[in-house]
């Protein structure tokens, strides 16, 4: 078990800067998980931890040892792939064993720790059985299953999900988390997921575009994105983004986008101040639209014409005509909304966003 | 497609085809087995229907066999082309290998090179060679033909399992490698194995070519006992214009039978992939 330190590492291919000056700290025992869009660098930076591509510059440190320059079989870590990479030509047993036979071990000890871990994940019937008698999920333990009889000093996943049908997945998903908190082994797991990402990571990374946008909680994720990325990309359905004027006077200040005028957060009017005049990117998660039919309610509130409506069961999404754009909201699946209607919304200030329209960082 | 089982369309579109194309690919091998086994007085007699035996002899193997050096030519043969196999099978698994799986600067002009040396027809090429072999004193050794084998032997081996390499996915040695194992352990262990049914296919092709070469093995080492089964056929047993066919045709039977072992012994590994369940899919 160890930390992992990223220290300035970038990674170039041909003139093409896949992962750029990550300086990333993942704690001993964590469960960190590096998420963003397909090519923004999170499975280069995976790689180059694991060795299976060299840094162009900067270091990675496992445990207390630089690995930068270390071979992969000598970096003691573990690695479970997309597609598995179970070994064809082997049975479970020695595809779980194969690591362990090359470090010498002795026989008795293999056999213990393979049936262990087999019994661990539930696969002991399958031990004598080669990958192509498995089932996609079963193939996904026995990869598991050969990372974990290593014993390494950390764990590496690269999407080990997403090969599954939804169902398993969901399943599976639970088991990492208990069997990650069980063994308490430092493990870094990459997926395009943000579903996987919140609901398994201690912390979360965030890539775009090969640089780090934001390394927190799941939970300081949600609610304080640092930037307009990590805004729109955590959460589902994304957050509602739309340009506003700030206007200040009478001892207000105030968001006017259209015709609609939002009061300032209260904590907020100082921030929001220093761009009087200018405009800013609002932001509104649609858990933070209270929509109702009709037009009931006091009259701050906004009357906006319901466009589309989506029943997901579980609760239904409300797309609004905005005052520049579509708004998506949230609302009780009991509550009935026609499309063409108006609806009433009230909208939570508290907890509105605010990005600046050139840097894209988060005022608040 | 509904009904195309049924027994007579499986017999006109299936059966008959292979039928007859069998006969056609068989029937040299028919030609060369009668006419070894016939008796000489019946060879050229015209009066009798050629294509079968009415009386059968084993006078020509035995004539083959005691009083020609065929024994001689046989071993000859059998260490050049195990000799040349190896080399160029050795040589090919890591030359595909480096073309199939590093990129390097100059990685495909190497490969490209290497296919258009194959291209270069042996019978320029055996011009040049023949100096070669001259100042380094290997005329009429086996080492004449092990070495220039590989010429023709490499070139399509190398690129037959570069592709094969390729077909491997990348994550297998990659994880090998995170398991701890060396490249050489990673490519011995996990892809070798697996590249099986392409080094047979390449083994096979090479140990075909090296067994049924004539012109390097007629230039190089066509004297006294040092001929292969091709050159001595042609060489002893033609004489002038006097062509002794009962012999001719034995020794070619016999010449063909360890190709067609080969052929027989691997023909399902030559088929099989054995790369299934190695990856989702």
Known sequence: ?364 | MVGSNRLSSRLVLLYLPLALFTIFLLFPFYWMLIISLKPNNLLLNMKINPLYLTQFTLDHYRYLLSNTDFPRWALNTAIVTFGATFLSLTSSILMGYALGRFRFRGGNVAGTAIFLAYLIPPTLLFIPLSQVVARFGLYNTYWALIFTYPTFLIPFASWLLMGYFRTIPRELEECAMIDGASRFQAMWRIILPLALPGVLSAGIFSFTLSWNEFLYALVFMGSGEMKTIPVGTVSDLIRADLFQWGPLMAAAMLGSVPVAIAYMFFVDQYVSGLTAGAVKG
Do not use: W
Not at chain 1, 87 to 98: R, W
Not at chain 1, 209 to 234: K, M, W
């Open chain 1, 1 to 364: 078990m160890a930390q992992v330190i990223y220290d300035h590492v970038t990674k170039r291919f041909d003139g093409v800067i896949a992962v750029n000056d990550l300086t990333l700290e993942v704690k001993d025992g964590e469960f960190l998980v590096l998420v963003g869009p397909s090519g923004c660098g999170k499975t280069t930076a995976l790689r180059c931890l694991a060795g299976l591509e060299e840094v162009s510059s900067g270091d990675i440190i496992i445990g207390d040892r630089v690995v930068t320059h270390i071979p992969p079989k000598d970096r003691d870590i573990a690695m479970v792939f997309q597609n598995y990479a179970l070994y064809p030509h082997m049975t479970v047993y020695e595809n779980m064993a194969f690591g362990l036979k090359l470090r010498k071990m002795p026989k008795q000890e293999i056999d213990r720790r393979v049936k262990e871990v087999a019994e661990m994940l539930g696969i002991q019937d399958l031990l004598n059985r080669k990958p192509r008698q498995l089932s996609g999920g079963q193939r996904q333990r026995v990869a598991l299953g050969r990372a974990i009889v290593r014993e390494p000093q950390v764990f590496l996943m690269d999407e080990p999900l997403s090969n599954l049908d939804a169902k398993l997945r969901v399943q599976t998903r639970g088991e990492l988390i208990k069997l990650q908190r069980r063994l308490g082994v430092t493990t870094i797991y990459v997926t395009h997921d943000q579903v996987e990402a919140m609901t398994m990571g201690h912390r979360i990374a965030v890539m775009n575009q090969g640089v780090l946008q934001q390394l927190d909680t799941p939970e300081n994720l949600y609610d304080h994105p640092a930037n307009l990325f990590v805004a729109t990309f955590i959460g589902s359905p994304a957050m509602n983004i739309f340009p506003a004027r700030v206007v200040t006077g009478e001892g207000a200040v105030r968001l006017v986008a259209g015709d609609v005028t939002l009061e300032s957060p209260a904590e907020q009017r100082g921030r929001l101040a220093e761009y009087a005049n200018r405009e800013v990117l609002v932001g509104i998660r649609p858990e933070d639209l209270i929509v109702q039919p009709g037009q009931v309610g006091e009259d701050r509130h906004l009357r906006l014409p319901v466009e589309i409506v989506e029943p997901l069961g579980s609760e239904t999404l409300v797309h609004l005509r905005g005052p520049v754009g579509t708004l998506i909201a949230k609302a009780d699946p009991h509550v009935h909304f026609s499309p063409g209607e108006l609806a009433s919304v009230r909208v939570k200030i508290e907890h509105l966003h605010a990005f600046d329209p050139q840097t894209e960082l988060a005022l608040f």
